[in-house]
């Protein structure tokens, strides 16, 4: 008798990174209203509605991907150290802005978090690429995802640096 179900890996580790995200939409959902309203925001800022189903999406593909990284190299192993560890530190970084960002007021701390999780999840993406094509793949437009974080970012630190 297995312990484990065989498809339980697959959606434990899709699931993985919305961990993170659901425990950061209690703060933003806070601060929203309460702050991040207050704040300039460029033309080109995404309306507030898109930003919880695009991260949902590119949660659940990241998350599939780092599985299909996981059972190309057989689960758990020394192969495996550098491309889930890679993935593992960019998530961390990832879940750490939103309580830089919305919870500490840090706009610019924001900035510098954002950039090392798009250059942690570029390294992730890029040790991907030749252990499962697809998992690199679906890293992509969770990239331009936080290319463009990035630059909506930055635009609201420097528009409101000076906003008490």
């Known amino acids: 008798m297995e312990l484990v179900p ?3 890996p697959a959606v434990g580790f899709t699931l993985l990174p919305h961990v993170g995200g659901f425990l950061g939409s209690s703060i933003a959902k806070k601060e929203i209203p309460a702050w991040y309203e207050t704040l300039r925001k460029p033309s080109w800022c995404p309306p507030n509605w898109v930003f919880a189903p695009v991260w949902g999406t590119l949660y659940t593909s990241v998350g599939y991907g780092s599985y299909l990284v996981w059972k190309e190299l057989g689960g758990f192993s020394e192969k495996s150290v ?4 890679l993935y593992a ?3 961390a970084l990832n879940w750490a802005w939103t309580p830089v ?3 500490a007021h840090k706009i610019g701390w924001g900035l510098v978090t954002l950039l090392l999780t ?3 999840a570029t390294a992730t993406t890029a040790s991907w690429y030749n252990i499962n094509k697809t998992a690199a793949y679906l890293m992509v ?3 331009a995802w936080l ?4 630059a909506l970012n930055y635009r ?3 528009d409101n640096r000076n906003k008490k």
């Open 118 to 120: 798009t250059g942690a």
């Open 147 to 150: 290319s463009l974080a990035s």
């Open 101 to 103: 960002f919305f919870g």
């Open 156 to 158: 609201i630190w420097k």
């Open 89 to 91: 530190g960019h998530l």
């Open 6 to 8: 065989a498809w339980a």
């Open 141 to 143: 437009p969770y990239l």
């Open 82 to 85: 550098v491309p889930l560890g």
